[in-house]
């Protein structure tokens, strides 16, 4: 079970030497719903600053993030 999940939005996906890609990422925050509340505004609360930058060299995800698609980071302790 992960410690803690964090929502990501892709701010920018750059090209980098060999084909490998750089894809920035912020987290998500949005604008309120109908009913007053919004998954975003719920993860912008407890983790509302931040960012995340990776190189992806994989030829299968490279070309596949885009910018302004959103994904969920969860954070799990490694041995």
């Known amino acids: 079970m992960p410690l803690m999940r964090a929502k990501m939005q892709v701010a920018a996906v750059t090209e ?31 983790s509302p600053s931040g960012s995340f930058e990776l190189q992806i060299t994989n030829p299968d995800l490279v070309g596949k993030i885009k910018p302004g698609q959103k994904f969920y980071i969860d954070f799990t302790e490694a041995e």
């Not at 980098?16 to 998500?28: C, D, F, L």
């Open 16 to 46: 980098a030497y060999q084909g490998s890609e750089i894809v920035k990422m912020y987290p998500v925050c949005g604008q309120f719903g109908k009913d007053g509340e919004s998954e975003d505004n719920t993860y912008a609360r407890w």
